[in-house]
């Protein structure tokens, strides 16, 4: 069953009993996506928790001149929602879709706020999600300041390195905030350093 990865996802929290597994499991919608299909579109609202077991979906803004700026990728075993639109039930200002396609389990908004309020179990395990998405949002704004397209390439692949070849160089330009022709020259810089490491 998929639900058992996403189980699995827990034991490195608070791993969930026989019964809790359940009653989890009664709550959860099982999807296939299409490439480039959407799970959230912008001014839309954001009714679920997202649990990827296969493929890939990134989250990204609109601006208004129509260019796409990528805010956050999640592959297999990883977790992704738009926290203000959840919580606030306010018009998202990002859009989710898949890169490729995917299987996903989802949760609605009512059904985990049930959780929360009955099994403390749920509330810990969500929060130790979101503070990692925090974690990870706080680390890329200060990459952002703080270093060159170069060092924030070799972060993006510390920190996706199964994700880079899954991805064309469009995305992850959006998602480094620079444009494709000089992430063309950056990555193929990184390789060229790489190659001649080897040699040594």
Partial sequence: MFSEKLFKSFDSYLPLNKAEKKDLSSRLTERRLKRRQYILQQNDVCNHFTFIVEGCLRKFY?????????????????????????????????????????????ISRNDLLFLFL????????????????????????????????????????????NLAARLPNLQIASYLGITPEFFSRVKNKVIANNAAAQNH
């Fill in 62 to 106: 609109i601006d208004n001149k129509g260019a796409e700026h990528n805010i956050q990728f999640a592959t297999e075993d990883d977790w992704i929602t738009e926290y203000d639109s959840f919580y606030s039930v306010r018009p998202s200002l990002l859009s989710i879709e898949a890169i490729e396609p995917s299987v996903i389990l989802q």
């Fill in 118 to 161: 009955n099994n403390a179990k749920y509330d810990r395990n969500f929060r130790v999600i979101a503070e990692k998405k925090y974690i990870e949002l706080e680390n890329r704004i200060l990459e952002s300041a703080r270093c060159g397209a170069e060092e924030r390439y070799l972060s993006f692949l510390s920190r996706y390195p």
